[in-house]
């Protein structure tokens, strides 16, 4: 089956879907600010991007470092509206944002800033079953291995017997 084209170059899902960066940026400011917060002033220095308004998505904000994924052919102009904020909150208090890291994946920005890595999906689909069906200390997520997913994963037969209530 031919694959289609667009003048000359093949689709794929990443060409339909879009690339992605996240940036990690730390902000600066007297109070903590809230995460409602800093969507709020993120969309609006998305409204004013140089080259037209950018899409940011908060992935990840703890009050003082915050990760937003950005389609990658605005990461400049994302970046340059990140550091253009100058206000939080609703009382306009002063802040300032800086960014720290880029990268292609979260698992990167999260580790160079210091931010430990969540469950990886499947594991937080696991713990909503029954007890001992995979409550039990697993990899952290990103690239890091727990002590009970030594060898493990899609494909060993693992989830057929251990998550699905068939036993143990």
Not at 96 to 122: L, Q, Y
Not at 137 to 158: D, Q
């Amino acid at each position: 089956m031919p694959v289609p084209e667009r003048a000359g170059i093949a689709l794929t899902v990443r060409d339909k879907a879009g690339r992605h960066r996240y940036i990690g940026f730390l902000v600066e400011a007297r109070s903590r600010p809230g995460r409602e917060d800093v969507q709020r002033a993120l969309s609006e220095a998305g409204r004013l991007a140089p080259g037209g308004p950018v899409q940011f998505n908060l992935t990840v904000f703890d009050g003082r470092r915050g990760i937003v994924k950005v389609p990658h052919l605005r990461k400049g102009a994302a970046i340059e509206a990140l550091v253009s904020i100058r206000a939080l909150g609703r009382e306009r208090a002063p802040a300032s944002v800086r960014t720290v890291v880029t990268s292609g994946t979260i698992c990167t920005v999260k580790a160079r800033m210091g931010i430990p890595p969540g469950p990886r999906p499947w594991e937080r689909r696991r713990r909503r079953g029954k007890e001992g069906a995979g409550s039990g200390e697993r990899g952290a997520g990103c690239g890091v291995r727990g002590a009970g997913s030594r060898g493990r994963g899609i494909g060993s037969g693992e989830w057929a017997v251990g998550s699905r209530g068939s036993g143990g």
